[in-house]
């Protein structure tokens, strides 16, 4: 039995517009489409010191280990690049003006290599008061750059 002209005609009808799309939301393949980027968050340019806490008693000898954030760190060459430079420690003193350098042991230890270590052995048993320090090869204080202070306590060996 062959079926009537007009159920042909309306099952055409009813596939045509099936197919056409237009009440449809289109398709986006997400393998070519690039997802939206978040812009980068602004980093505050820091030092930290990761280690030791603040408050620990250590023995010595022992490792300050220094972090920066939003800042090179590089070897001193003797002059000052933008965001560029290297760590400081000034133990039991304060950090003096940010025009002129930074003075030499036994108040600050300058870490001139680039390095992020700095192994302690010569302080006397007691409470110690530790500010990092960041400064361009001209070892003159980044008064930009956030400064980080613990306190450790020294024991008698």
């Known amino acids: ?32 489409t690039p997802a939206a980027v978040a812009p980068a968050a602004a980093v505050t340019p820091a030092v930290t010191i990761k280690s030791p806490a603040d408050g620990d008693s250590v023995s010595q000898p022992f490792t300050i280990t220094l972090e920066a954030a939003g800042v090179e760190v590089i070897a001193a060459t003797g002059t000052s690049e933008p965001g560029k430079g290297h ?9 003096p003006s940010d025009s002129l350098p930074l003075p030499k042991p036994p108040l600050v230890f300058h870490l001139g290599t680039g390095a992020t270590e700095k192994v302690m052995d010569s302080l006397t048993p007691g409470s110690h008061r530790i500010i990092a320090v960041f400064a361009g090869g001209d070892h003159v204080s980044m008064a930009s750059v956030k400064r980080d202070t613990i306190t450790v306590i020294v024991r008698k060996k």
């Open 1 to 32: 039995m062959r079926p009537s002209l007009a159920v042909v005609t309306s099952s055409l009808a009813l596939l045509a517009s099936a197919c056409t799309g237009a009440d449809k939301t289109p398709v986006v393949d997400s393998t070519t």
């Open 87 to 95: 760590h400081h420690l000034v133990i039991d003193g304060d950090v």
